[in-house]
Structures are given as structure tokens and as C-alpha cells.
């Protein structure tokens, strides 16, 4: 059964995201991250390439080429075609449930201080709850 992590209270969704993937990728884990829609999915793609002056983090689009080499895949569609590398982790940045947990081993929801984005992820952590998913929440900018 997929682990799902809320990580709560995150003022941009984006940097945050480009944060938790430079972590996953140095522990060598593979990655996809789904985003709400195609301008954040070309927000989120532009910032992988200049959130941090020193960092690569190698990602492509879902359904390219070279996506069953690349550690990193972006989308913004449940029906993505995935490779079957791609199982470890997958960051939900949409307010929607991927259509895909249970292929992931652990998923992170990362929800905003928005209030929408917030009632959103509250529908889907009772909805993963009643699934019986392991759950575990963080608030960011809390010790």
C-alpha cells in the first residue's frame, strides 16, 4: 500500500517541490511530479532548471524519448504514459487524487496555505484514510 506524506502550509508549491526532488534524486530515488495543470507544468519545468545556481536536477516531460532513463518525470495528466522505472515517489502537486497512487511506493501531497488548496487536500486525506493508506502529515514552518 502506498505511504502518502501531506506536507502542509507551503507557501510556493513549486520551489517547494524543486526542494523535495533535489533531496529524492540525491538519495537516488526516482521521481514523478504531477502537476495541476499545463502552467504549472511549464512553471514547474522552468524552475527545475534555475531554482538553485549549483544544482541539476535531470528531468523531461512524461511520454518523451529519454523518460525511462531520466530520474525525474514532469506531467499533468493521469493518463501519462510512465515507464516502469518510475515506482518509488511520486509528488502531487494538482489538487486532484492521481489516478496512479498505488503503482508509487510513497506519494507527497503538497498543499498550500491557499484555502481551496487546503480544503482540497483535507477531501483527499479523509478520502486516502478510508482507502486504508499509511498517512503522515507535516506543517511546514512548524518544529
Known amino acids: 500500500m502506498t505511504r502518502i506524506d501531506f506536507h502542509t502550509n507551503v507557501p510556493d508549491k513549486v520551489a517547494y517541490a524543486c526542494r523535495l526532488v533535489r533531496k529524492a534524486w540525491a538519495a537516488n530515488h526516482r521521481v514523478v511530479l504531477m502537476a495541476e495543470d499545463a502552467a504549472q507544468l511549464a512553471e514547474l519545468n522552468a524552475a527545475m532548471w534555475t531554482f538553485s545556481a549549483t544544482d541539476f536536477l535531470p528531468h523531461v516531460l512524461a511520454g518523451d524519448a529519454l523518460a525511462a532513463q531520466t530520474p ?20 502531487n502537486l494538482s ?27 483535507r477531501k483527499r486525506y479523509v478520502a486516502y484514510k478510508q482507502q486504508d493508506h499509511p498517512l503522515t502529515h507535516f506543517v511546514t514552518g512548524k518544529s
Do not use: C, N, W, Y
Not at 73 to 88: C, N, Q, V, Y
Open 72 to 91: 525525474i518525470l514532469l506531467t499533468d495528466s493521469d493518463e501519462a504514459e510512465l515507464p516502469h522505472t518510475h515506482k518509488e515517489l511520486l509528488v
Open 95 to 121: 489538487r486532484r487524487a492521481p489516478g496512479q497512487v498505488a503503482r508509487f511506493e510513497r506519494m507527497i501531497e503538497v498543499i498550500s496555505s491557499d484555502e481551496d488548496d487546503a480544503a482540497a487536500g
